[in-house]
């Protein structure tokens, strides 16, 4: 699994509506049975149906988790993470924003980073991320990088949703496979 794919109980797939008569979304697959029944496992911008029932988590609570993913990285060896955000084509962009500002920005205020980051954002909001580089720079503090954007084509390797086409080499007797498109 990767961050392409989600993973619903029956629960949740019953709070989304989800059910074998539920049309896979657009850029999107819901993962069935041979009798169409959902799995659980939704791909890409299947997960944007469970997303839109899971209740909000507070500010606190998001500073929270970041101290504490911290600490636990740090009791590991862990000193610099890649955070690509939590959007998904279809969802709110805004939410990579509010954690830079809500989270990360007040923790590197208020003293309490552990770890270095580096941060990606939605690649529809390059002008902005553009903006912010202008301004501050791409390293912000010791602690926090601007890495880039982060967009989203055809799907991913880890979850294998991305389209691949298989291409055979008879001279050195080997099978590799290429993106299509």
């Known amino acids: ?11 949740a797939m019953k709070i ?11 850029g999107g697959t819901i993962v069935r049975t041979t009798e ?8 890409d911008a299947a997960m944007k149906l469970v997303f839109n029932v899971i209740p909000e988590v507070s500010v606190n609570d998001r500073r929270e988790a970041l101290l504490t993913a911290s600490r636990h990285a740090l009791m590991r060896g862990v000193t610099t993470v890649v955070d ?26 208020m003293g309490k980073m552990m770890i270095r980051v580096c941060l990606f954002f ?13 301004e501050r720079g791409r390293s912000l503090s010791g602690w926090i ?22 291409v055979s080499s008879l001279e050195y007797g080997l099978s590799t496979y290429q993106t299509c498109c």
């Open 36 to 43: 169409r029944e959902p799995t659980g496992l939704l791909v």
């Open 145 to 166: 990088h601007l890495g880039g954007v982060k967009a989203f084509l055809d799907g991913s390797l880890g979850s294998s949703s991305a389209w691949f086409y298989e």
């Open 1 to 11: 699994m990767d961050g392409h794919m989600g993973l619903a109980n029956s629960l």
């Open 122 to 134: 939605p690649m529809p909001t390059w002008p902005r991320v553009s903006d912010l580089i202008h």
């Open 16 to 26: 989304a509506g989800i059910d074998k008569n539920t049309n896979d979304p657009v």
């Open 84 to 109: 690509v955000g939590s959007y998904v084509p279809g969802t709110s962009e805004e939410q990579t924003w509010q954690d830079f500002s809500d989270v990360y920005e007040w923790a590197h205020s």
